[in-house]
């Protein structure tokens, strides 16, 4: 069965493709409609389904571009009630694609309109399930989001969901299938997904936890919920444009790809509430940016970041981008949701600099640097600004805990009349995190290049105690 997973590493997100006989689904795309289209094209098929597990809440789906664009059909499981024409599908209706069926399996749980799609191929032999966000490999979706949607679907409500959509939906079929999940690990719609991005149904039976065959309802929702964490600040606002939809992306472009000289760049940063992001590789960042920028770099774990930190989809932002990699940004802004590029900086920082306008730096030293400070110091302040596992697994010996996605409950921690360092994992991070302090006037930071993968090389005393004062 022709089943074509495509993944993009820094969503953890798949969409899939499916073939036959010239006619196409397309489950779960991305914003972006083009690659669809012109894989498609390529088969000399026509697109006729544009299937969704559920109403996403880490990207905006391109299912409403899509289908303008194709006539193709978008197919929802039961109780979905998205705000344009839809097929709203039943429990175990079947829909062809060439001479491949397949199934509508309601597993609400994850949301309440969740649906894994049962694939059959052309010999009615059953071959995969698409789980969308109700199972992963290694795990299960999150179940507190439906509540942002309904204050009585309370999280314990929706897990209790769940665990009967995984026993009497997903458990019984057999295991020689295979399991196309949305995610992998990275994202934030579970918390321990595995890096694998496929396995067997039977394998999953064995190996992931909410599968256990021995688990009371009970247990499971406790081990689901327990260090769940809060979600991203724009996952609400991005599952509301895709159950109302959105502006088409085409026209983002056309107001976005706006080159901007040095004077109209800055007029604009001081006319309106713009957010300057920069989005350079972090080495090149702390040499030299435009005042109060927020540095998100695209070569890391852009869009989710950017959700996280800025809190609204509606932000205007100018951007500062390596050159040539303008529209590359503005389409992984738009597949969060941030569709309000105001222009980018044309010539990218260097013109900013050539112009002659106040730049300002971050001070970025090497993880020896840091092991001689506390060498040679009665009193050194170190902020770790990683997830809460990777301080939980080990961290430097009185180091204060202040994770990125939360800095902002931290700010008064941060010490104004001295210096003090700032980690994370490898150098991204700390980055994001200094410039935001620096934006806040918090200016005697040290970032630390490297971060913990070059500070546990050296002698420096690490532990896995963790401190309560720091977990806020």
């Known amino acids: 069965m022709k089943v074509e997973q495509i993944y993009t590493g820094c969503l953890a997100q798949a969409a899939y493709y499916i073939e036959n006989n010239g006619e196409v689904a397309i489950i779960d795309p991305l914003r972006e409609t083009k690659p669809y289209i012109e894989k498609a094209n390529a088969d000399n098929a026509k697109i006729k389904y544009i299937f969704e597990t559920h109403f996403h809440a880490d990207f905006v789906s391109g299912h409403v571009d899509l289908a303008k664009k194709t006539g193709a059909s978008i197919v929802f499981g039961p109780t979905a009630k998205p705000n344009y024409d839809a097929i709203i599908a039943q429990d175990n209706q079947e829909f062809k694609v060439g001479e491949y069926t397949i199934k509508v399996i309601h597993t609400p749980g994850h949301t309440m309109e969740s649906t894994t799609y049962l694939l ?34 309370t999280e314990e409500k929706m897990a209790e969901m769940l665990f009967d959509s995984l026993r009497t939906k997903i458990m019984p079929l057999n295991d020689n299938l295979i399991v196309y999940p949305s995610h992998g690990a990275g994202s934030a719609c579970g918390k321990n997904m595995s890096k694998e991005t496929t396995d067997t149904l039977g394998n999953q039976k064995k190996t992931n936890y909410a599968l256990r065959a021995d688990m009371s309802k009970e247990e499971f929702v406790k081990e689901l919920l327990d260090g769940l964490g809060a979600p991203p600040k724009y996952f609400p606002q991005n599952v509301l444009m895709n159950i109302n939809g959105y502006e088409n992306l085409d026209t983002i472009f056309e107001k976005s790809i706006k080159p901007l000289s040095v004077d109209e760049f800055e007029q604009i940063a001081n006319d309106t509430d713009a957010i300057i992001l920069d989005v350079r590789h972090q080495k090149y960042f702390v040499e030299g940016f435009i005042p109060k920028s927020i540095f998100i770099g695209v070569d890391g774990g852009f869009a989710p ?23 590359e940004v503005i389409t992984r802004l738009s597949r969060v949701g941030f569709d309000n590029v105001l222009g980018y900086l044309d010539g990218s920082f260097e013109s900013w600099k050539n112009a002659g306008r106040e730049i300002d730096i971050m001070q970025s030293v090497e993880a020896t640097d840091l ?9 050194v302040s170190i902020f770790d600004v990683r997830k809460d596992g990777e301080f939980a697994s080990s961290h430097i010996e009185n180091a204060q805990h202040t994770p990125l996605s939360r800095l902002n409950n931290f700010l008064n921690d941060f010490p104004t009349d001295s210096d003090f360092y700032v980690h994370c994992a490898g150098g991204y991070r700390s980055v994001i995190a200094g410039s935001i302090l620096k934006s806040r006037g918090i200016h005697n930071l040290i970032d630390v290049k490297g971060g913990f993968g070059a500070i546990k090389k050296l002698d420096i005393s690490l532990t896995d105690e963790v401190c309560p004062s720091t977990l806020k």
């Open 120 to 153: 059959i191929d052309e010999n009615g032999k059953e071959h995969g399930i698409i789980t969308g966000d109700t199972l992963f490999i290694g795990d299960v979706g999150r179940p507190d989001l439906a509540q942002k949607v309904a204050s009585d679907l």
């Open 305 to 327: 970041w950017v959700g996280s930190l800025i809190a609204d989809v509606t932000q205007p932002i100018l951007l500062v981008t390596p050159q040539g990699r303008e529209e």
């Open 371 to 379: 092991k001689n400070a506390i060498d040679t110091t009665t009193d």
